[in-house]
């Protein structure tokens, strides 16, 4: 079983920056992309970020410029730096692991969520 878990949410004013991570933990063989997703009340959840294992990325148009997403191969996390945070940022934000090849047991392809963690930009 993978689990993902989410860490680095928070109360920020306007203006700041947070970073979150996420570690993804089990008997992982390989992740082929890991992102950021975001959902307020009402609405669907959106893309923020991904990166592949490859180290490409992409971002939602209401990001790109003041967030950046990294990952970490080897620990199987990724993070995502918010900088210059506006109120409609505010919502809570999970992480994704998509493509996971694990070999206890043996799986190809599956996808997992993290529990989400709230990000509030507020003054």
């Known amino acids: 079983q993978v689990q993902l878990v989410e860490s680095g949410g928070g109360l920020v004013q306007p203006g700041g920056s947070l970073r979150l991570s996420c570690a993804a933990s089990?008997?992982?063989?390989?992740?082929?992309?890991m992102g950021w997703y975001r959902q307020t009340p009402g609405k669907q959840r959106e893309l923020v970020a991904v990166?592949?294992?490859?180290?490409?990325?992409d971002y939602a148009d209401s990001v790109r410029g003041r967030f950046t997403i990294s990952r970490d191969n080897d620990k199987n996390t990724v993070y995502l730096q918010m900088n210059s945070l506006k109120p409609e940022d505010t919502a809570v934000y999970y992480c994704?692991?998509?493509?996971?090849?694990?070999?206890?047991?043996?799986?190809?392809?599956?996808?997992?969520w993290g529990a989400g963690t709230l990000v509030t930009v507020s003054s």
């Open positions: 994704n692991a998509a493509g996971v090849h694990t070999t206890v047991p043996i799986a190809y392809g599956m996808d997992y």
């Open positions: 089990g008997s992982i063989f390989s992740i082929r992309a």
């Open positions: 990166v592949t294992s490859g180290g490409s990325t």
